[in-house]
């Protein structure tokens, strides 16, 4: 898992903007760089699906700007991730828990 870590610290939103890897029972991708990441898992063929949430105190209609391939996103500021919430989503998933108050589990 530190590896898969190593290589989300190397996202810069430009030219290196997405991570995927195989966490557990999950498939994990993690998008933008290099200070604001989504992370998204899927498991069960894709039956479920879980978005790591920041603990950040924001309001459901905060967004942020995220840069994708090289582009400026505004998004739900629910979903953007320090690179320190990024490494603690990891552990969840890797350990099968996933809180409510850091995740939202669809399926």
């Not at 030219?15 to 993690?30: H, I």
């Not at 996103?73 to 996933?98: F, K, S």
Request: proline share 4%.
């Amino acid at each position: 898992m530190s590896d898969f870590l190593s290589h989300v610290r190397e996202l810069d939103g430009t030219t290196r903007t997405l991570a995927n890897a195989l966490v557990g029972q999950w498939e994990v991708m993690v998008g933008g760089g290099p200070e604001l990441f989504v992370l998204t898992a899927s498991a069960g063929g894709g039956q479920r699906t879980a978005n790591a949430i920041t603990s950040a105190p924001v309001t459901e209609a905060q967004t942020v700007s995220i840069t994708v391939s090289g582009q400026s996103v505004e998004g739900p500021a629910l979903y953007a991730l320090t690179i320190d919430e990024v490494a603690e989503a990891l552990e969840h998933l890797a350990a099968e828990t996933l809180p409510a108050e850091r995740w939202i589990v669809l399926g």
